[in-house]
């Protein structure tokens, strides 16, 4: 038995199936001009009454969307609007080191508050009393006699 295939078309089996083709092809086109011919004027009055219809249903809705359109403009509007200001302010995320910068602040301005009024302070102080400001050292013995400190 040979393996080999036979892709030859014989021509008496073509021009039978084309045959059957032509005649298949002939009775649809009649069978669609028959359906046609009894189909087309009840497609014309389904098309007349589908457009009534359509008319109908427009001028029913027209008013519900102006009616809506309003609503949404008026109140619904407001509310979305406020309700994402809301949802803005609860997603920011919060300030970092804020607090803590604005304590060093407070704290350094308070510093040269008290080291202002400090030497403000001395300096009326060594006024009234007519001592000029000098550096006394705690040990008088590690003075010398020109004023100079000796160290031990």
Known sequence: MSLQLNIRRKPLAASKYSQRLHRAQEAAQSGTARAAERI?????????VAALRISD?????????????????????PKV??????TAHKVRPA??????????????????VA????????RRNSA?????????PADAEAMSDNGQVRTP
């Open 40 to 48: 087309g004027p009840t497609a014309q009055r389904a098309r007349k």
């Open 57 to 77: 249903a427009r001028a029913w809705t027209a008013p519900r969307l102006e009616r809506t359109a309003t609503y949404v403009e008026s109140e619904l509007g």
């Open 81 to 86: 609007g406020s309700m994402l200001h809301t």
């Open 95 to 112: 300030k970092t080191g804020g607090k803590r910068r604005m304590v060093a602040l407070v704290l350094l301005v308070a510093g040269g």
């Open 115 to 122: 080291s202002t009024l400090g030497a403000l302070a001395r």
């Open 128 to 136: 009234s009393t007519g001592v000029e400001d000098q550096d006394v």
